[in-house]
């Protein structure tokens, strides 16, 4: 509908050009290009560091390549729906465009955990390698298409870590009782293990540690996690983060609506999003390091690695959770199918390439 108004629109202004007199012509080609504006909800908080500020770059950024003939407005968390309404709001068109973390649609479609993280799986350079070269983001798209949605990949925070803890995680066995928030695949691994994963929106993290609501929590890095404090209320800080190796933010599109774009629109669309994918990866390791280092030599954290032993028992576990979504739902099967090819393929390479480069890196020199 929209795309034949836009066609019929355009049409009356080329005859209006082309017979009328110049003043109505100029009204009629000003008429032609009044820009279009677009509404974008989010699940961050506005200007939340690294991800509300990506979602509003990625507005900023479309406005700008289009020469304002695409405008587009943020609302973050709770301003025009709640954070996790974002889906079904650019699903039906109360707004064009959403930023948030395909993981939270799980209940619309249980594959779309696979669209942002799996634990164990990919990195932010596999999984931009996968979703862009390597047939991910076609499946992506196939999977939202039902609900009149185009998702493209719309930021990067790299590996996040283990979480803040106030009990130290020597063996398997001190995962028993552990209250945590931890939300999606990895806390259904915790769980399995004997823990208890609740999950809590962010803002409240701090409290809920502080009251001792909570045993651990993991949020994202250092960048995220020192802005809300957490090392004021937990002993220790664990890593790496297993069950969020790299995890991809979306942006997703009302179908209906990004189709109804003249070509050149749609390509600015999908190049800023490519943009803010890449942008926000850098934001974040740029800013994770600085965090890190203020962590350690300002307030004197206490990181550790997960003892070996746990990780692989976290990674067994992993591995059967997400084998059980693929054998109950066909389409992440589907998915499942074409992340394990992928992903025993980059691993292959990246133990040649990047894994060796970086244990090189380590050496002392000679
Ligand atoms: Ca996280």
């Not at 949605?149 to 283990?162: A, D, E, I, S, Y």
């Not at 823990?195 to 962010?202: K, L, M, Q």
């Not at 954290?301 to 028992?313: C, E, H, T």
Request: charged share 20%.
């Amino acid at each position: 509908m929209k795309r034949r108004d836009v066609l019929v629109g355009a049409a009356v202004g080329a005859s209006a050009v082309a017979c009328s007199k110049p003043q109505e012509a100029a009204v009629a080609t000003a008429a032609a290009v009044d820009p279009i504006k677009w509404k974008m909800v989010t699940t961050w908080p506005q200007n939340f560091p690294g991800l509300g500020t990506g979602a509003t770059a990625l507005a900023e950024r479309i406005g700008r390549m289009s020469g304002g003939r695409l405008t587009v407005k943020v609302y973050g968390a709770g301003e025009l729906v709640p954070a996790l309404e974002v889906f079904d709001a650019v699903s039906t068109g109360t707004a064009q465009m959403g930023h948030g973390g395909a993981y939270y649609w799980k209940g619309k479609a249980e594959a779309s955990q696979f669209f942002s993280a799996v634990p164990f799986g990919f990195n932010a350079q596999e999984m931009n390698a996968w979703l862009y070269h390597g047939g991910g983001l076609e499946l992506w798209r196939e999977l939202y298409e039902p609900f009149d949605l185009v998702p493209f990949p719309g930021g990067n925070t790299g590996v996040q870590m283990g979480g803040w803890f106030n009990r130290e995680i020597n063996s398997v066995a001190d995962l028993q009782g552990l209250k945590m928030r931890i939300p999606g695949l990895g806390g259904e691994v915790l769980s399995r293990l004997g823990g208890a994963s609740v999950n809590i929106p962010g803002g409240e993290l701090f409290t809920a540690m502080q009251q001792g609501t909570i045993d651990a929590t993991e949020w994202v890095g250092p960048y995220n996690d020192l802005a809300f404090g957490l090392h004021r209320v937990a002993k220790y800080c664990y890593y790496p983060g297993w069950h969020e190796p790299g995890t991809t933010l979306e942006c997703m599109v009302n179908k209906t609506a990004f189709e109804a774009l003249p070509a050149d629109l749609r390509e600015i669309v999908d190049a800023a999003c490519r943009a803010t994918n890449e942008d926000m990866l850098a934001e974040f390791t740029a800013q994770n390091q600085i965090a890190l280092t203020t962590l350690i030599e300002q307030h004197d954290v206490d990181f550790r690695p997960f003892p070996d032993d746990v990780l692989r028992a976290l990674k067994a576990t992993s591995t059967v959770v997400v084998e059980e979504i693929a054998e109950r739902d066909p389409f992440s099967r589907r998915v499942y199918a074409s992340f394990s090819v992928f992903r025993d393929r980059v691993m292959a390479w990246h133990n040649v390439s990047e894994r060796a480069y970086y244990a090189a890196r380590a050496l002392d020199s000679a």
